[in-house]
């Protein structure tokens, strides 16, 4: 390779670095080279066809784009592997990253005492706490479903955070998604890593599994939780899944796996009658410290029933609503601001940007101006992300909604984003999290 080409392959390198975490360019970039290049193309050797499919998938805009503002006009990029002369190992290994060992956080309000019981939840809660007292020996495993917004995270957390508080309980307990799972699980073949991975699942005590309908579909970590399962359960171990539905209703899970739910509990948990709502409600105005009127908690009850997390999102929308006039909130006011229930708005790519800014005490138009504020870039790119997500909105018609941006800045602040998550444990809770609040409030086409 040309003196050159060393160089530019470098700065594209360098620049590349800047964009991405240093996880994901270590994993992707850091054994690639220039092999050749022409006024239009340049090629890129890679190590492996795993590396070419990966940046096929993942980079070719994020390269395109690096490449075209370095050499000041479009490239066409080519991957080429490399010829191998002798045996070589055929994944690239990272460094060993850290993050990505990092379990998932538990948010400490999710415990059994800030858990209102009612006939909603009644069997999911006893049964949660029969399992937390005594993991491995009284359901095995539990599967506790209902539909978004009413505790089972809450549920899965409170047993997380029960077993750690208590000190002769077995130790290793771990809360994890069923996004996580598989994230983790690619992220293990492609480093190379994947007997550690097993490993780390395999020698728990307790493990809670979120939202397992998100496996449909994916044979290949069905495959993998599979065999997690017979372990754990072999030895006795605890295991926890939560669904949105029951199992008979996972259409896109193996047989095999969804028999495995049933061999212990399976509990439901159903919206809560007003009574529950109420309970819940003033459970949620003290947790906050905050003094709210009968009067309201009985008003937001009534008229908000098939999901607490909206609930929830409707009295702190009160509450916020009577901070920031200064004045006491009058049944009459919290009526004009209550949402009206089954009628939630469709989802614009405005909402969101209202819902992350909220999240980052920013104003919408933060999020599309220019300012290079590192928080707020990075509450921008979330914006960015989330709406591509959730919304059909395409790079151009984002890139108007955020202030008029070149449309390749908007498909790099989506890349950015996307490949942080997967190293990332907070920030993926975080951003599962705003994407939750959203869809309790709106109604998605997606
Ligand atoms: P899911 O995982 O089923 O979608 P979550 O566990 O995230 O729902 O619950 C949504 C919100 O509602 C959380 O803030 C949670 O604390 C609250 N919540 C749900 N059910 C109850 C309950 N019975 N008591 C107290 N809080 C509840
Ligand atoms: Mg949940």
């Known amino acids: 390779m040309a003196d050159n080409h060393l160089s530019l392959w470098a700065t594209i390198q360098s620049a590349l670095r800047e964009e991405i975490s240093l996880t994901s360019y270590e994993t992707w970039f850091a054994n690639t080279n220039l092999s050749s290049i022409n006024d239009s193309a340049l090629t890129i050797t890679v190590p492996n066809t795993f590396t070419k499919d990966g940046l096929e998938k993942r980079y070719r805009p994020l390269l395109e784009q690096t490449v075209a503002s370095i050499c000041g006009r479009p490239m066409t990029i080519n991957f080429t592997i490399k010829e191998t002369a002798s045996v070589e190992p055929t994944l690239i290994v990272g460094p060993e990253i850290t993050s990505r060992e990092e379990p ?158 049933r061999w212990g509990l399976v509990a439901d948990i159903q919206a809560p009658v007003l009574e529950t709502r109420i309970a819940i409600l003033r459970e949620k105005a003290q947790l906050r410290g905050i003094e709210v009127d009968d009067s309201i908690i009985k008003l937001i009850a009534s008229r908000i029933s098939s999901n607490v997390r909206a609930l929830e999102g409707a009295l702190i929308k009160a509450i916020a609503y009577s901070e920031l006039q200064g004045t006491h909130l009058s049944v009459s006011n919290l009526e004009k601001i209550l949402p009206e229930e089954g009628k939630r708005p469709p989802l614009t790519v405005e909402a969101i940007k209202e819902e992350v800014a909220t999240q980052y005490n920013l104003k919408r138009r933060d999020l599309e101006g220019s300012s290079r504020k590192k928080e707020l870039v990075q509450a921008r790119q979330i914006a960015i992300y989330i709406a591509r997500e959730m919304t059909e909105s395409s790079f151009p018609s984002l890139a108007k909604s955020f202030g008029n941006r070149d449309h390749s800045t908007i498909m790099h602040s989506y890349i950015k984003i996307k490949s942080l998550l997967e190293d990332t444990p907070l920030l993926y809770s975080e951003i599962k999290e705003i994407q939750e609040n959203i869809l309790s409030k709106y109604t998605t086409r997606r």
Do not use: C, W
């Open 104 to 261: 998932l956080p538990l948010n400490p309000n999710y415990t059994f005492a800030h858990f209102v019981r009612g006939s909603n939840n009644h069997l999911a809660y006893a049964s949660s706490i029969a399992v937390a007292e005594a993991p491995g020996k009284a359901y095995n495993p539990l599967f506790i479903y209902g539909s978004v917004g009413l505790g089972k995270t809450h549920l899965l957390q409170a047993i997380g955070n029960h077993i750690s508080a208590n000190k002769t309980l077995p130790r290793n307990v771990m809360y994890t998604t069923s996004e996580r799972f598989s994230i983790e699980m690619i992220s293990s073949i492609r480093n190379n890593t994947t007997a550690a991975f097993r490993a780390k699942f395999r020698k728990l005590d307790i493990l809670l599994i979120d939202d397992i309908q998100f496996l449909e579909g994916k044979e290949g970590t069905q495959e993998e939780l599979f065999h997690t399962f017979n372990e754990l359960y072999g030895q006795e171990k605890q295991i926890v899944f939560s669904s949105d539905r029951s199992p008979e209703k996972l259409s896109g899970l193996q047989d095999r796996l969804v028999s495995r739910f």
